[in-house]
């Protein structure tokens, strides 16, 4: 892939961040080009060293300025010349002994609290039904407790759903993000 290709891929990448922020970004990857151009590399070697657009927008929106990012690369370059397989192996392990089951385990409990939110909600509705009604006369104050007490379940019930549901995606994405990592680069310093 040549510069242009690689810049405009990388811009795409970061599409939603900031245009000042952006700017700077495909500016000091020009000058990373123009310096690599200037020892006698070729554009392929250069995008080669950056890796992919995708990933290295993915440092950028999390925050890494340029230096930290090359730094970070160049560490793994002297330390790996390429996957060792402890990397693959630790993520194979890893992930059938602890990771899978937990990330279950997390995706059970979201699923839990909305069951128990819908019981939340049918329980409410069949006591307000039967005071409409009027069968529960003689026990209508500790029905309006219970009511109550229902209410405030399920309105924690809701906020944890939604809580749950939105750091379960963003907790998996990480992960997801982390088992790649370990398999392309394997295990070292970071």
Known sequence: MNKTEYLKR???????????DVKDIIQSIEEHFDEGL???RSEEEIAASLGDPKELANEFKDGAKFNQIMKKRKRMADSFKGPDGRGRIFVIVFNAFVGIECWLVLLAAVIAAFMFLAADLGIIGVLVASMIM??????????????LTLVCVAIFLVALV????KYYAKG??????????????GLGED
């Open 10 to 20: 990388l811009s795409d990448e970061l599409g939603h961040m900031p245009y000042g």
């Open 38 to 40: 200037g020892e006698g």
């Open 134 to 147: 009027g069968k529960i006369t003689e026990f209508l104050v500790p029905c309006i407790f219970l009511v």
């Open 162 to 165: 939604i809580l749950g549901v």
């Open 172 to 185: 998996l994405k990480s992960y997801i993000r982390w088992n790649k990592h370990v398999w392309n680069y």
